[in-house]
């Protein structure tokens, strides 16, 4: 995964700053189509992040270090910050940072807090001054704010991929199977100098089929279906269905190394079902001599060796003197 990269030549007065096509940055999965703007945070280079989700606009904690001791202002008392999804944000304080936002550049009371992208602009600054919200014109990748054009860009990590089920199929129990499964393409990974994809199980897959999902490497342009292996190591048959989302896919960053110089014989036919062994573990059982009148079981010098030597005496009384209805 490439570094993030900014074109600012300088924090003052800078109307032109874009940031390069080719520059991907992680979002995480599921993957949405997010906004971003180059600029500046107290003469640091970031990506801001449009989010219009969020009240306050929050800085990284990484960028905020960056910043040039002589004008780094020190934090003041925490906040109460939440996750979309409601749990805490851990945040260190708020401080007064000068933004520049493309051409656009303001003083802002932020947050910093421990965050994955440099910048998240809020609606503080989104809403605008004098009552007049913000215009974000996606079809000209403009944003107008307080009289200011902003550009912005638009981006989807496309690195990341979901792998389908191509066809109905039902895993018996005690069972392993390699079925065939779709992963989405897209027109750029014809020219893809490594084709090579990692599969792994999806969080909803896992918690919603009983059946494991073996993590595999395919190549997504030897054929239109990769191969995955399925083991249901449960005695219940496991239905999938057609396009059912079994894992994600994301591009291997280096060649992979071959560790063995060829594929297991055994593994070839790709269509086959072979059942599980269980190595079933069978207990010794202790046959006990029993007469009518008396247990004779502390005689028996075989059962006595197994016994540990301090353990022999109790062993021994508890059957003195007793009969079969005693037991």
Known sequence: MAKRQSKVQNFEGQNNVAIPANNPIRRGFPLSESIYIAGCVQGVHVNYVVDTGAEKTVVSKNIYNRIDDSCKPSLQKKGKL????????????????????????????????????????????????????????????????????????????????????????????????????????YEMDDNRKCADILIEASASFKNNFPVILATSLANINSAPTVKVRLINPFPNDVSINQDTVIGTAEFVENEPVQLLESENMQDLNTNSIRRLQFVQTHEKKVLRNVSQDNIKIANDNSISEQIPEHLKTLYTDSVKDKNQSDI
């Open 82 to 185: 939440l996750h979309a999804g409601g749990e805490p944000l851990t945040d260190f304080g708020k401080c007064d940072l000068e933004l520049l936002i493309d051409g656009y550049k303001t003083k802002l009371e932020v947050i910093i807090a421990d965050i994955k992208d440099d910048v998240l602009l809020g609606m503080d600054i989104l809403k605008g001054s004098n009552g007049k919200p913000a215009d974000i014109i996606l079809s000209q990748n403009k944003i107008l704010l307080n009289g200011a054009e902003i550009t912005c860009h638009q981006y989807s990590d496309n690195t990341v991929r979901k792998v389908n089920s191509s066809d109905h199929y039902v895993i018996n129990g005690y069972t392993e199977q390699i079925i065939d499964a779709y992963v989405d393409r």
